[in-house]
């Protein structure tokens, strides 16, 4: 029997499966809003068969926004507009749903890639970026405001009341964006973190701003619904952030309840030198996985089922997070099941569709037709 297609408990959520939809940025909202395409994009990954979409990030506050096109939670037009997407989803699917909370400290202000991906500087209609510390991310940038105390309380009450609005739309699970560089990997980074208060310096001070965002959310949400966060295992930089240090944290948010990692890597420093190849974070995911007892999901140029399943069989990973690939394949779990010989959930409106040769492929599926 598959691996990958066994089931996956994350707390009181218990997936069919163990693929997972990642968050995957769309930069296609308006002020925050989610528009049509989210409803079309989201749409078709909900009838894909994963175990868990999880929506991209979405800001807790104008200010955390990456891009103008970023999706954002922090108004009361934020929330209408998801709940129509949402719900439209749930009419039609049963995939589990989670949702990424985010916040892009001081790569915020930013063009949408397709636009340069470059700084939007504030006189140019960009807005202040925030961080721990007043460090630009690329030369000549405009440097970020360093976050005070109450800056430090608005942050996480924004993290708070955007958690809240997730819980009330209904989302099966919150994850907190801790990686790519944005500002909750920002205070764990010694490359981008160099405050000289309880919030910096030492491994514990950097670890301190995120654990309080982590508790904030976990206490403000159903206490049913896992959270969790997505970690970066290193930087990929000489003195930054490590593998060590991420295990270390990753130990320390299993205390405080968190239902899994999501592990990847990398975004805080231009610096980085990455080797890209298939599987290229597994390694990291696995010694996360070997360091904890809570779920780990891995991803990273996992493209084929057959490398899928073998994270799985290997026991380096609980699950597996197809991004990319499912973007350029939307059925990417139904190939999957077909070529590792498991079932896959569809909606009948498709079950035609199944080749012959795969008769048992959909679960449920109609034996004939008139």
């Known amino acids: 029997m598959s691996r990958l297609f066994q089931s996956l408990a994350l707390g009181g959520l218990t997936l069919p499966n163990r693929i997972v939809i990642p968050p995957m940025c769309q930069y296609s909202a308006e002020h925050g809003s989610a528009q049509d395409w989210h409803l079309i994009h989201l749409g078709q990954l909900a009838l894909s068969g994963a175990g868990l979409l999880i929506v991209e990030a979405t800001a807790v506050s104008a200010e955390g926004r990456i ?72 030369p000549g940038e405009e440097a970020p405001v360093a976050l005070d105390r ?65 508790d904030a959310v976990r206490a403000a949400v159903s206490p049913d619904k896992p959270v969790w966060m997505r970690l970066s295992g290193t930087d990929w930089v000489e003195g930054g952030w490590d593998i060590e240090q991420a295990c ?11 239902a899994a990692t999501h592990v990847s890597s990398g975004g805080v420093s231009p610096q980085q030198k990455i ?12 010694a996360i996985k070997q360091a904890t007892r809570t779920p780990v999901i891995a991803v990273g140029l996992i493209t084929e089922p057959e490398e899928a399943e073998g994270v799985i069989a290997a026991g380096d990973a609980d699950a597996v997070a197809v991004g990319r690939a499912a973007l350029y394949d939307p059925r990417w779990p139904w190939h999957a099941a077909a070529k590792l010989g498991a079932q896959v959930k569809a909606p009948p409106q498709y079950w035609r569709s199944q080749p012959r040769e795969f008769k048992a492929l959909f679960k449920g599926a109609a034996v004939g037709q008139r």
Do not use: M
């Open 150 to 214: 109450a800056g430090l309380a608005k942050v996480r009450d924004d993290f708070v009341a955007t958690a809240r609005r997730a819980d009330r739309l209904g989302f099966d699970g919150v994850e907190l964006h801790g990686a790519h560089g944005y500002l909750l990997h920002e205070f764990l980074s010694p490359i981008s973190n160099r405050r000289e208060d309880e919030y910096g310096g030492s491994f514990e001070n950097r670890c301190r701003f995120p654990l309080e965002v982590f």
């Open 248 to 258: 270390a944290f990753a130990r320390e948010l299993e205390t405080r309840g968190a």
């Open 275 to 286: 080797t890209l190849e298939p599987g290229y974070q597994v390694g990291l995911a696995r």
């Open 67 to 138: 891009t103008p096109g970023d999706l954002g939670l922090y108004s009361d037009a934020n929330e209408a507009a998801l709940a129509r997407i949402v719900g439209a989803l749930r009419k039609l699917s049963d995939i589990p749903l989670a949702i990424q909370l985010a916040h892009a400290g001081r790569k915020a202000s930013s063009h949408r890639p397709w636009e340069s991906g470059l700084q939007i500087p504030v006189a140019s209609q960009g807005w202040t970026a925030y961080a721990p510390s007043a460090l630009v991310h690329l």
